[in-house]
């Protein structure tokens, strides 16, 4: 993140609190810059609190297979709030989107599940949008 990007987000902070618990944030003021870990082997606490975490059930009868989402890492669940959620969720098959889910604070926190037809597909990529902190995105290889 480079000093005009943190000085984006700090902006965005002071919104945060100047527009109060029960407003909705603007969609101008969504962070949505695109994240990467410092060090992608050792993820810190804001990053395994922000990276998605993949996991795949087995293929069902009809071919499809259930690839679940869910926001956190390492026994960190991100929060949910009216100022701070994940607010929505993609997954890309070798980089072709499959699915978004836009996800609402409070009622529901950055989780999702999609069906996919694996079959030939070699790269998933998940990617999570934090109102806040940007948008983080974790690959699979299959
Ligand atoms: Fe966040």
Known sequence: MNRRDALRVAGLAAVTVAVG???????EYMNRIEMKPVNPAKLDAGELKHSPLVTLEKKDSAGYTMVHISVGQGGIIHPSTQDHWIDFIELYADNKLVGKNILEPEISRGATSFAVKLEGI????AKAGCNLHGIWATTVTL
């Open 122 to 125: 070699k790269i998933l990529t």
């Open 21 to 27: 618990a029960q407003a909705k944030i603007p969609e």
